[in-house]
């Protein structure tokens, strides 16, 4: 039989980790423009004491960030991780037989991309059995969003705000994919918004084209890109829309 010191620990502890999980609650409802800790501590019917002494170790862990000046809390990076590494292996898990049965039918190489705030992040691959040696992208590799047939769909289907500002932030780094530019993105996306996917002809892997189809949820949210890539010979006009056509259609079937 439990002694009753022991069952004290336990009942303080998880006391302590319910007033944690609702502070950290409290804080992301008022992520955006920070909330002060009476507010908290309002929220959570907590102690400011209690509250205070809680926060202050996430915030030294990274979850939390305390701006002195303006005395506002805000979520962490840490807490951002998190949730972005619990998103890739959701997105993984719904997509994987989606992108396997793709690779069998199309024999190309397959890519499931997600966007991670201004970068693409690929989460999932699977070749078929004609692989692309001059691809060298893996599982986790990052670019910046609008490099990559893929990456582009990711942001042409943006409002023209984001998109720009997207744009804007990622420019510079543009020259380094074979001198592309951001002036190149925009001609890319205008004609991709017209056909409703993004098509890559040797843009930026040579002698491979890359068709790039986003994949929406029902209330119309873009939730991930397949992206199917090929040699040039393999990809005809007729062969891309083929390609759009079928994994559309599987992908309505997976999103429920």
């Known amino acids: 039989m439990e002694s009753k010191e022991k069952i004290r620990k336990d009942q303080t502890g998880a006391q302590s980790v319910f007033r944690t999980i609702s502070l950290i609650r409290a804080v992301s409802k008022y992520n955006e423009k920070g909330a002060r800790l009476s507010k908290i501590a309002q929220e959570t019917n907590l102690h400011v004491a209690t ?11 990274g979850f939390m960030t305390f701006n002195p000046v ?18 890739q292996v959701h997105i993984r898990d719904i997509f994987r037989p989606l992108i396997e049965q793709i690779a069998v039918e199309t ?61 804007a932030v990622n420019g510079p780094r543009y020259p380094q994919y074979n001198g592309i530019t951001a002036a190149t993105i925009q ?25 790039g189809i986003p994949i929406f949820q029902k209330n119309g949210d873009l939730v991930a890109v397949i992206t199917v890539a090929a040699i040039d010979k393999r990809m005809d006009n007729r062969r891309q829309k ?7 259609t599987m992908a309505d079937q997976t999103i429920t």
């Not at 809390?73 to 998103?87: Q, R, S």
């Not at 890519?111 to 699977?126: E, H, K, N, Q, T």
């Not at 004609?191 to 068709?211: A, E, I, M, P, W």
């Open 70 to 87: 303006t005395k506002l809390y805000h979520l962490g990076m840490e807490m951002y991780h998190l949730g972005g590494m619990a998103h």
């Open 107 to 167: 024999e190309d190489t397959v890519f499931l991309l997600i966007r991670s705030g201004y970068d693409v992040l690929c989460v999932d691959l699977v070749e078929g059995k004609f692989p692309i040696r001059t691809m060298t992208i893996s599982i986790g590799d990052r670019r910046p969003l609008g490099i990559g047939a893929g990456s582009l769909a990711l942001i042409a289907f943006l409002g023209a705000k984001e998109f720009e500002q997207i744009l």
């Open 51 to 61: 509250a205070r002494r809680i926060l202050s170790v996430l915030v030294s862990e």
């Open 187 to 211: 001609v890319l996306a205008a004609d991709s918004q017209k056909q409703g996917y993004v098509v890559s002809r040797g843009l930026f892997h040579d002698g491979v084209t890359s068709l």
């Open 242 to 248: 083929k390609i759009v056509e079928y994994v559309k």
